[in-house]
């Protein structure tokens, strides 16, 4: 299971954000995203944090140009 905690911002729509497919889905009010997110810390010891498929070494891509 994926579990995520973001700001009531993002999750209504801001920044063209889509959650349509978010499932089983807890809103706590009132509450800031770092004291949910230590909470969470504090109860699993231990984050495990996907890999990122989103970045790119901009160094290695320089070094592709000025070496083609």
Avoid: H, W
């Amino acid at each position: 299971m994926t579990v995520i905690c973001i700001n009531d911002f993002m999750f209504s729509g801001g920044d063209n954000y889509k959650f349509d497919g978010a499932t089983d889905i807890k809103v706590y009010n009132n509450l800031l995203v770092r004291d949910i997110l230590i909470d969470r810390i504090r109860k699993e010891k231990f984050l495990t944090l996907p890999q990122p498929d989103c970045l790119i070494d901009v160094a290695e891509e320089q070094r592709l140009k000025e070496s083609a």
